[in-house]
Each structure stands twice: as structure tokens, then as C-alpha cells.
């Protein structure tokens, strides 16, 4: 069955740190690229980061280049989203999710690539 299972969100105060995890089940990351999305209350579901089935390439928006970095574990089959130097604009629910198609070389960040979402886990940047 196929199952993303994100972790590691919590409360952090402004400038913290945090680093999400999002188990994959039911398919290789080999295969397929991964993202992360965010939502905060009101706005839309927007892309945060993504990272290739290769490994070898991410894609990050603009408002966390530079803080946020995209990883994964093959071993694992896990993919990561470090994410530090935290503000309160940071604070949503965020999401990993799965490309719908396999074999892609590069990632994008457009939410109808991806088919299948994880749970979310919630972040609050706040002092």
C-alpha cells in the first residue's frame, strides 16, 4: 500500500530549527520525484521544495532558498526538508507528496505533478 508518513514538526521559536521526515511506502524513491508543501490558514497549498529520484537535483522556493534543504535516504526511503533560520511566516501545515509519474528527471513545484500526499505534519514558528 502505498503510504508517505511525514514527522517531526513541533514549535520552534523564530531563528530555530527544525528537520521533517517523510517515510515512503509502496514505491522507491529511486523511481520518483518528492516534494514538500506547506499550508497556512486561509492560503493556498504551495511548494516549499523538491528533490529528484536521482538525488541530484532540488528545487526550492524562493521565500526558503537559502534556509531549507532537501534530502532523502535511499536505504530509508525517506526524504528530509531541514529547515532553519525558522520566521513566523514559516508556521503551516506542511505535506510531503509523490510525482505522479515515474522516471522524471528534474522536479518542479507545481502541485498538479503530485498524486499521492501525506498527512502533514504542523509547523508554528512563534516566541
Known amino acids: 500500500q502505498l503510504q508517505l508518513v511525514e514527522s517531526g514538526g513541533g514549535l520552534v521559536q523564530p531563528g530555530g530549527s527544525l528537520r521533517l521526515s517523510c517515510a515512503a511506502s509502496?514505491?522507491?524513491?529511486?523511481?520518483?520525484?518528492t516534494g514538500w508543501f506547506r499550508q497556512a490558514p486561509g492560503k493556498e497549498r504551495e511548494g516549499v521544495s523538491c528533490i529528484s529520484r536521482s538525488g541530484g537535483s532540488t528545487n526550492y522556493a524562493d521565500s526558503v532558498q537559502g534556509r531549507f534543504t532537501a534530502s532523502r535516504d535511499v536505504a530509508r526511503n525517506t526524504v528530509y526538508l531541514q529547515m532553519n533560520s525558522l520566521k513566523p511566516e514559516d508556521t503551516a501545515v506542511y505535506y510531503c507528496?509523490?510525482?505522479?509519474?515515474?522516471?522524471?528527471?528534474?522536479?518542479?513545484?507545481?502541485?498538479?505533478?503530485?498524486?499521492?500526499w501525506g498527512q502533514g505534519t504542523q509547523v508554528t514558528v512563534s516566541s
Open positions: 509502496g514505491f522507491t524513491l529511486d523511481n520518483y520525484n
Open positions: 507528496a509523490r510525482v505522479r509519474s515515474p522516471f522524471i528527471g528534474r522536479c518542479v513545484l507545481s502541485r498538479n505533478e503530485y498524486d499521492y
